[in-house]
């Protein structure tokens, strides 16, 4: 299948449909919620919140004995706030710092969980099968109820958002300051944490226990790169998830049924190198353009200030001195001197070269204007 | 005292864990001082603040501002955290976090407008910062981005202002500004107090001083108590300082 007959097929097959929208919907959600974790520097909490969930399914499935896709998400999201609250216990009541606790909960939980599911596979009953897509995730499974269900979620987390923005981005700046002024930083917290353990639940039916925490980091971190500004940061971020959620089930659906879920995240992993290099202000690629062109400029006004204290030695500043005498100065080139004449700051005549005016300025503010700009 | 006491602790304890970081503290901080709480690494010089703000909970001990609890009282207090408590590389402007100076005053939900705005830029004109309003906190200098955390305070027009260390890492012009600023503060019959760690410009910069080393060793006005001999009982070492005048 081709890319246009891909995009016919959207529009008129109904699965494609589902997946296509659940797909951008759960990016944007995740990318939105995504922001806060990065920023709180609690990126690896997506990644034992999703391991945490997988025992909570597996024991949904024990006690219903069926498979529910909307039970399983309540198991999960029990078994994830367990976790989430555990990993806050553990850090607030013991030496042990987050990465223990985070490292600790994720491995038991999941390991939990993954005993549980071999029980389950051993186990005589037909409605077992598919309970391991929970690892990598099946997007294939979404369902009409699922996506309506994550289009409710993502509407009260926007609510929630705009209601304690404020609120919000101050805890994520300076939480004892928030604290100080009288807001209720526990609530704060729980609130968000909470949403972000939600749009991870959300989140494992299509994309899976393991690779979830991609989606929640992946997009944050790509916005992070263009914008200075929390708010563009988050649409941003929401923006680029739902892009990832698109193409990577466009691409799967017309190669081969690819895995859905790997292909999203590694997708939404190309929104992030592309980020990281070619994004103007903290991209690598500006960010060593910047650089060469400073240390060019150096090498220029160093010329030029050599220059300009041999010039002003003399009544006439446009006096004509040889070229020679510049040769015993470091860093002077034939090409930096062309250079300064297409400036226009040197005339060249032979093997002689003389100040201009503007020259001549330039080179006396030089010093005066490194000293503002440090000021500054 | 003719002055009216600002805050008053009796019997403050508090621990981290097992460990006491401040022990049995009993302080008085006049109305209108400008106060250096001054003495070691660890001697509880931040948990001390932190206790006054409601930041950490105390083992034991009250703490009242005013007469009242802090809750009550929180209105009144500023406060100006260590520099290095946040991360400056966080996406926002430096008129961004002046306004977090008024969220306490608009409370919940309720956003700033045009009134808190004008005050936030007010605040960065005092700071000498007012140019810089748009500039992204990341791209600001370590004197720069502690003058925008001053304005945040300012902007909360109180009574008593709490500074943690607000000359750490800054260089001698923003130390001097900021100093100014306080003494205008004090002038104007606010209460200032300061973690400090410059022992030699404790006489030239405060009135009022605290020793602390996990207890209260004194406290008083500098003129009276900042001697050799209040300094070696919180070091613990011989410790000498020219005091001039």
Known sequence: ?376 | MENKIAVQIDDLTVAYNYKPVLWDIDLAIPEGVLMAIVGPNGAGKSTLIKSILDIIKPIAGSIQIYGKSYKKQRSLVAYVPQKGSVDWDFPTTALDVVMMGTYGSLGWIKRPGQKEKKAALEALEKVGMLSFKNRQISQLSGGQQQRIFLARALVQNASIYFMDEPFQGVDATTEKAIINILKELRKAGKTVIVVHHDLQTVPEYFDWVTFLNVKKIATGPVKDIFNDDNLTKTYGINYKVSVQG
């Open chain 1, 1 to 376: 299948m081709d890319i246009q007959q891909y995009i016919e097929l959207v529009f008129t097959d109904y699965t494609l449909r589902t997946i296509t929208l659940g797909t951008a919907v759960l990016g944007a959600i995740c990318g939105m919620l995504g922001s806060f974790a990065v920023l709180r520097k609690q990126s690896l909490l997506g990644d034992a919140i999703s391991h945490a969930a997988l025992p909570g399914i597996a024991i949904a499935f024990l006690i219903m004995g069926t498979k529910n896709s909307s039970i399983f998400l309540l198991g999960a999201l029990i078994s994830g706030l367990i976790g989430t609250f555990w990993i806050r216990g553990i850090t607030s009541k013991t030496h042990l710092k987050s990465d223990t606790a985070l490292g600790l909960i994720l491995s038991l939980f999941f390991g939990f969980g993954m005993l549980l599911l071999t029980y389950i596979q051993k186990m005589p009953n037909a409605n077992q099968a598919g309970l391991e897509s929970y690892l990598f995730g099946q997007a294939a499974t979404l369902l009409e109820s699922d996506v309506w269900l994550m289009v409710i979620v993502t509407a009260i987390s926007l609510v929630i958002l705009l209601l304690f923005w404020k609120e919000l981005k101050l805890l994520l700046f300076d939480a004892d300051y928030t604290k100080t002024l009288g807001f209720n930083t526990k609530f704060l917290d729980i609130l968000i944490t909470t949403f972000i353990v939600i749009a991870i639940v959300l989140g494992l039916q299509t994309v899976g226990v393991v690779l979830m925490s991609a989606m929640l980091l992946a997009p944050a971190a790509a916005a992070r790169q263009w914008t200075n500004n929390l708010s563009v940061m988050v649409i941003l971020a929401a923006i680029f998830g739902a892009f990832s959620g698109v193409l990577g089930t466009a691409i799967s659906a017309s190669h081969n049924n690819l895995s859905t879920g790997p292909v999203i995240v590694l997708v939404a992993g190309v929104f992030v190198l592309v980020s990281f290099i070619f994004s103007p202000g903290r991209g690598l690629l500006f960010r060593e353009i910047r650089f060469r062109k400073n240390r060019n400029d150096l090498q220029l006004h160093k010329t030029l200030s050599f220059m300009y204290n041999i010039a002003k030695t003399h009544e006439d500043i446009a006096h004509p001195h040889a070229i020679k005498i510049l040769n015993n100065f470091q860093g002077f080139t034939r090409k930096s001197l062309q250079k300064l004449e297409d400036k226009d700051y040197v005339k060249i005549s032979g093997n002689m070269w003389s100040m201009t005016e503007s020259g001549y300025n330039t080179a006396s503010n030089l010093y005066d204007q490194l000293i503002t700009e440090e000021n500054e």
